[in-house]
Structures are given as structure tokens and as C-alpha cells.
């Protein structure tokens, strides 16, 4: 599953910092998750995972294949990028191709450092970005309902449907609220699905820190993390520059010394991609044997023959039954013969939900 996380912020906020840690981090062949160059600007980063290094311990495979997703680095917006400032209409069509936003906020002080913007504020430069996301989305709206319009004297319920949905959106967006508020869903949410409309994504924040920040947060971090709850989002307060300079350290030893120096356990770039996987509402389930361990990304809520379907298409089209076992078992177990022999490995058919960190193997017939 190709899935996009798009960076996004003001300019000089700390998001070509980010990306580039994210980049770097591909040299040193300890950490755990890699990173390849797909096109300019454009990154795939492994997700960590403890789960698959505990798996790898207990199989000892030839191989381990973690599971992935993509950074988008995208310039920075200006304020009347919707109009087209700054290249603005480039911008936005780059946003439109990701499936969550990761917005990088500034929360230091540095007269070194240009701001357009004047004062640091956070939530203003939050509310910025979202300004104009809402006026591009306005835009389409506005265009779908004239187009929808012309439909409505046929009767079809589901373009009055679709009419009163692009309606309540082109309200909100009116009132300076972003769609994803409005929570649709169903066919709701398909009469605007072909819009792809910005303010529709989900979003994760990141408050760039200075370095007496970096555990405590501040002033301007709190500000941000009490506005990004009363929206439902979720804030990570790094220090990009500190997290540039990990990602160049070439042995975990290093690493090492670099979080103690610090107070670190993990780099802050770890919790980023968990917490952007997570945004994707997507778990992971294992295979595992002695030619591979592999995690394999899917939809919360798939049945296990779509589960099936991204390892191959044919192990959906000719489903039989998935083996099963959870986790913790195979853990506790420390084998599929000895969860076998114990009765946690289970049978389960067309309608099983995949749960995350399920260890499966199919069984198909085409």
C-alpha cells in the first residue's frame, strides 16, 4: 500500500530539516527503518516496530521486511497560496496527493532565523496554513455544486443527497472549519471523495523545539498541543535540528550516547512514524518463517481475504482460511509448533477481522 504523508508549514519553520533526518537516517544500517530516494522530494521510511525484531529473534529468518510509508517534502506555503502566491497552486496540488498531513509549527525564537510572519505564534501560523487549505477546498466545492446542480431536476435521491453534503461543506468551509470536522462518512463522504478536498485529511502537528525544549516542551508547544486537542489531533514536540544530527550517527553506540547526552530513549523521528502510520488508521500483521519475517500494512477493519490480498491478489480470489495467532502468543510460545500444541493457533474464515499484530498464513486455491 503506496501511502503518502505529505510535510507541511510556513517557510523556514523546520521541514526540509525533517525530511532530511528522515533521509539520513537510511546510513546507518543498525537503526530501524531505511530510507530510499523514490523522486526529488519524495522519501520511503521503514515504520518501527518492536514486534517484527521480537518475531525475527524467535524465527531467525534469512530475512526481515518491515512495512512502510512515504514522506512528502513539500515547499512552503504562503499566505495566499490558494490564489496562487509562492507557487502556491504547485503546493496544493502536491498536498492533494498525500493521504495525511504532517504539519511542521515553529515553537522557538531566533532572530537568525527569517519570519515573515512576525511574533512567534504557533497557532496562528496553524491557522494560517489552514486558511488557506479551506479556500482551495472552497473553490472545488463551489464548482461541484454547480456542476450537481444542473442534475438535481432528474429527482435521483442520491444527487439530492449529494447536493445537501456539498452544501453543509460549503458552509463550513465558510466559517473557517476544515471538513474533516464534519466526520462523513458512507455516502456522504463519496459525494466529495473525487475532490480530494485538503482539509478532509488527517492531520499530525510537530512542534519544532529549541534544545532546552526538547523534553519539557514550551510556552509555545502548550499553546499548540491545547489547540491541536480541541480538533482531535496530536502533537510530537522534537527538536528537528537535534534529530538531523542523529540520523548522521553511523553506529548504535553512538545513538546511544547521543540519547543519554540528551535524555532520550528513541529518536523523536520514531514516534513521528508510528504516530503517522496510526493517522492512516492502519495496523500490521506478521508473516513469519525461516525464509522471511515480514509486517504488512492494511486497513483497520479489513477481513482477512482483503488482509490476504496485498501479499498477492490471487490469496483473496482463491481463499480458503487464515492461521492465526495472536502475538503475544507467539511470544509466550516462542513458536508456531509449540502454538499449535497449545490450541493458540486458530482457524479463522472469510469474515475474521485482522487484528493488529496478528502472525498469519493463508491458505488459498486458484
Known sequence: MALKAGIVGLPNVGKSTLFNAVSNSAKAQASNYRFCTIEPNVGQVDVPDERMDMLASLVNPNRTVPTSIEFVDIA??????????????????????VDAIVHVIRCFEDDNILRDEGPINPVGDRDIIDT????????????????VEKMLKAGDPKVKNAYAVLQNCLTHLSEGKNIRALQL??????????????????VLYVANVDESALLTG??????????AEAEGAQVIVMNNSIEAQISELETADDKEMFFSEYGLTE??????????????????????GVQEVRAWTIQRGWKAPQAASVIHTDFEKGFIKAEVIAYNDFVQYKSEAACRENGKL????????????????????V
Do not use: C, W
Open 218 to 227: 514550551n510556552k509555545y508547544s502548550d499553546a499548540l498541543v491545547k489547540a
Open 132 to 147: 488557506e487549505l479551506q479556500l482551495k477546498d472552497l473553490e472545488s466545492v463551489e464548482k461541484k455544486i454547480q456542476r
Open 185 to 202: 462518512e458512507g455516502e456522504d463522504h463519496g459525494a466529495i471523495a473525487d475532490l480530494f478536498l485538503l482539509t478532509d485529511k488527517p
Open 267 to 288: 529518536p523523536g523521528l520514531n514516534r513521528l512514524i508510528r504516530s503517522a502510520y496510526k493517522l492512516l488508521n492502519l495496523i500490521t500483521y506478521f508473516t513469519a
Open 76 to 97: 512552503g506555503l504562503v499566505k495566499g497560496a490558494s490564489k496562487g502566491e509562492g507557487l502556491g497552486n504547485k503546493f496544493l496540488a502536491n498536498i492533494r496527493e
Open 346 to 365: 486458530r482457524i479463522e474464515g472469510k469474515e475474521y477481522l485482522v487484528q493488529d499484530g496478528d502472525v498469519m498464513h493463508f491458505r488459498f486455491n
